[in-house]
C-alpha cells in the first residue's frame, strides 16, 4: 500500500498489467478445454483460482454501475481506463478517487477549434475539479 500512495500510477499499471495477463490465462485455458478437450490440464486449477475472484468482482462492477447508474459496459470500461490516466497527473484526481462513483464520464463540447466536439470529463470526488480530455 505505501507503494501504491508514493508511485500510483506505477503500482496501477502493474495491477493492470497483472490483470490482463489473469484474463489473457484464463482465456487461453479455456481454449484448451472447448478446442481440445483436455480438462485435467495443469493451467486450468491455477487460472480458475487467480481469476476467478477477479472476474467476479468485475461483473459485479459492471452490474453495479448499470443499476444504479445506467452505464453500459463499455462506458463503464472507458471511464475506468480515463480515471486510470489521470490518478497522479496534473489534474489531482487521487489514487482514492478511483473507488468513488461520482468520477463519471459526461460527454461535454469542447472548443470549436478541435476537430472533436465532444470531449471526456471527469469530475474528481475529492478535488470537485472538472477536467477535460
Not at 508511485?7 to 497483472?18: R, S
Not at 490440464?41 to 462492477?61: I, M, N
Not at 478517487?97 to 470529463?121: H, I, K, M, W, Y
Amino acid at each position: 500500500m505505501t507503494d501504491l500512495v508514493q508511485n500510483p500510477v506505477k503500482q496501477l499499471n502493474e495491477v493492470n498489467q497483472a490483470f490482463r495477463i489473469a484474463m489473457r490465462r484464463l482465456y487461453r485455458t479455456r481454449n484448451i478445454v472447448l478446442h481440445g478437450g483436455a480438462t485435467q490440464g495443469v493451467a486450468l486449477d491455477a487460472s480458475l483460482r487467480t481469476t476467478a475472484p477477479l472476474l467476479g468482482a468485475g461483473l459485479d462492477r459492471i452490474v453495479h454501475a448499470s443499476y444504479t447508474e445506467g452505464l453500459d459496459p463499455l462506458d463503464l470500461a472507458a471511464r475506468a481506463e480515463v480515471a486510470l490516466q489521470l490518478v497522479g497527473g496534473e489534474t489531482g484526481l487521487a489514487t482514492v478517487d478511483l473507488t468513488e462513483t461520482s468520477c463519471s464520464l459526461v460527454s461535454s463540447p469542447v472548443s470549436s477549434d478541435s476537430a472533436d466536439s465532444l470531449g471526456t470529463a471527469c469530475r474528481g470526488a475529492s478535488t470537485g475539479v472538472r477536467w477535460a480530455r
